[in-house]
């Protein structure tokens, strides 16, 4: 009988968490955490210009650009929290060449894998071109 009062409780809380609209860009909290996404950015990101030099692609080059693909997404959606529609505008121009990668990647054509790593390129530089710290959230 108590667990029956007990589950009650937590249904009603559950449907009420469920019932919120949790706010965009929740995936990263707060500045430490964006850096440290930018960080990982840049780490996936070498890994892919590496491969395009190499003039053939690994097998690591599939996960490397799902990894930015997710990676871009959650930056995409903290700029658009912060109401950024700028800002979000390249993380989403980034994704969605990490995404034309991952495929090329997985067709195992380099030409278009070259190409979708100079459009993640491009959008990065709509933001840190002007940036002293890259990893900084611009102002």
Same mark, same amino acid.
């Given at each position: 009988?108590?667990?029956?009062?007990?589950?009650?409780?937590? /249904?009603? $809380?559950?449907?009420?968490?469920?019932?919120?609209?949790?706010?965009? =860009?929740?995936? !990263?909290?707060?500045?430490?955490?964006?850096?440290?996404? *930018?960080?990982?950015?840049?780490?996936? $990101?070498?890994?892919?210009? !590496?491969?395009?030099?190499?003039?053939?692609?690994?097998?690591?080059?599939?996960?490397?650009?799902?990894?930015?693909?997710?990676?871009?997404?959650?930056?995409?959606?903290?700029?658009?929290?912060?109401?950024?529609?700028?800002?979000? =505008? &390249?993380?989403?121009?980034?994704?969605?060449? /990490?995404?034309?990668?991952?495929? /090329?990647?997985? *067709?195992?054509?380099?030409?278009? &894998?070259?190409?979708?790593?100079?459009? !993640? /390129?491009?959008?990065?530089? =709509?933001?840190?071109?002007?940036?002293?710290?890259? $990893?900084? !959230?611009?102002?």
């Amino acid at each position: 009988m108590r667990w029956k009062g007990f589950l009650g409780v937590v /249904a009603v $809380f559950a449907c009420t968490v469920a019932a919120q609209e949790l706010p965009e =860009g929740q995936s !990263i909290d707060d500045e430490r955490d964006y850096q440290h996404r *930018m960080q990982d950015i840049d780490h996936s $990101f070498d890994k892919l210009v !590496i491969e395009s030099e190499r003039f053939w692609l690994e097998p690591d080059s599939q996960r490397n650009a799902a990894r930015l693909t997710d990676l871009f997404h959650s930056v995409e959606v903290f700029w658009k929290g912060r109401g950024n529609d700028e800002a979000a =505008g &390249f993380a989403r121009m980034a994704r969605e060449g /990490a995404e034309r990668a991952q495929e /090329a990647s997985r *067709m195992r054509d380099e030409h278009s &894998f070259d190409a979708a790593v100079d459009a !993640i /390129a491009a959008s990065c530089e =709509g933001c840190h071109a002007e940036a002293d710290d890259k $990893f900084r !959230i611009r102002e």
